[in-house]
């Protein structure tokens, strides 16, 4: 197994100890690579190894909300829109916590 399937398990194994349910996705997206997608996400040590041994390179989902973290998702479409004034607005009347992370996502 390569280095970067190597530190994918780890980071969903770490996602996992702190009781987030991950799943795998098809490699480079965000469409699940299992029968019942987020549905089948899953704190189990053993189930996550299997998933990464039978498809390396699978990209890392967590299931959102809980027992998940919450997530608010802010997106740039050009022309079409671009949901980060709102998102500021949101932030200036105090609605929302401090972000823990800031994570970039496919499309």
Same mark, same amino acid.
């Given at each position: 197994?390569?280095?970067e399937?190597?530190?994918?398990?780890?980071?969903?194994?770490?996602?996992a100890?702190?009781?987030?349910?991950?799943?795998?996705?098809?490699?480079?997206?965000?469409?699940?690579?299992?029968?019942?997608?987020?549905? #089948?996400?899953t704190?189990?040590p053993?189930?996550i190894?299997?998933?990464?041994? @039978?498809?390396p390179? $699978?990209? +890392?989902?967590? *299931?959102?909300?809980?027992?998940?973290?919450?997530?608010?998702?802010? #997106?740039?479409?050009g022309?079409a829109?671009?949901?980060?004034?709102?998102f500021? @607005?949101?932030?200036? $009347?105090? +609605?929302?916590? *401090?972000?823990?992370?800031?994570?970039a996502?496919?499309?």
């Open positions: 197994m390569s280095k399937p190597e530190n994918t398990v780890r980071r969903a194994l770490g996602y100890r702190r009781g987030w349910p991950v799943f795998p996705c098809q490699p480079g997206g965000k469409e699940p690579a299992t029968r019942h997608g987020f549905h #089948d996400a704190t189990s053993d189930q190894r299997s998933w990464w041994q @039978r498809r390179a $699978a990209n +890392l989902a967590i *299931a959102t909300g809980q027992p998940g973290p919450d997530v608010l998702d802010v #997106d740039q479409h022309d829109g671009n949901g980060f004034p709102a500021n @607005r949101l932030q200036r $009347a105090g +609605l929302l916590d *401090a972000a823990s992370a800031i994570i996502t496919p499309g």
